[in-house]
């Protein structure tokens, strides 16, 4: 009988004994290999779901700003600075219900005639914004104007005028801008001879 020959079989079993110790291992570092995959998969997910919400909430605040610096400008009695929000060729319905389209004719209607109406205490500020994107470039925006404090027709203060203001923005490389937007006097606040039981 030869040496190898004896030692074969313990050879064999030991080389059974190791590889059935190796196997629970292989199989549980096989298993920490997926979870780590599948543990960075979603942190990756997070991370693109976070940019994209931060990417969003930066868009709205762009989309929200036009209408406060709409608002602005028109209490500084900046007609170029209100026409500018808009897109060069956008339009615009006034609360009367006069369509301006382009710039141009923007800055005409606010400019002089429609200044007389604001005094030095008229306020003007959005609330209630309902914003919605239709895709990424494209924004629905729906808001009440409040302006205070302006000069009638007739020349006395009303105090508070109620305006629903609704516009579609667009991105136009890196800034937003209005491309169309309507303005209409809201109802006055019902009162006891208003209102319905």
Same mark, same amino acid.
């Given at each position: 009988m030869k040496t190898s020959q004896t030692y074969r079989p313990v050879l064999v079993a030991t080389h059974t004994i190791d590889s059935a110790a190796q196997a629970p291992k292989s199989a549980?570092?096989?298993?920490?290999? &997926?979870?780590?995959?599948?543990?960075? %998969?979603?942190?990756?997910?997070?991370?693109?779901?976070?940019?994209?919400?931060?990417?969003?909430?930066?868009?709205?605040?762009?989309? &929200?700003?036009?209408?406060?610096?709409? %608002?602005?400008?028109?209490v500084q009695k900046n007609a170029e600075q209100r026409a500018s929000l808009f897109a060069e060729n956008g339009t615009f319905v006034t609360p009367v219900g006069d369509f301006l389209q382009g710039r141009v004719a923007m800055v005409k209607d606010f400019g002089p005639e429609a200044q007389q109406a604001v005094t030095a205490t008229t306020q003007a500020a959005f609330s209630n914004y309902r914003i919605r994107f239709i895709k990424p470039d494209i924004a629905v925006a729906d808001a009440l104007l409040t302006v205070r404090n302006v000069n009638g027709p007739d020349g006395t203060v009303i105090p508070a005028i109620p305006i629903n203001f609704f516009y579609v923005a667009s991105r136009h490389g890196n800034q937003w801008l209005i491309e169309d937007g309507r303005a209409h006097f809201a109802p006055a606040p019902g009162n006891s001879m208003t209102s319905r039981n």
């Open positions: 549980l570092r096989g298993r920490m290999q &997926r979870l780590g995959l599948t543990l960075l %998969a979603c942190t990756l997910v997070i991370g693109v779901m976070g940019s994209a919400s931060a990417g969003q909430a930066q868009d709205e605040a762009a989309v &929200r700003a036009l209408g406060d610096n709409f %608002a602005k400008a028109f």
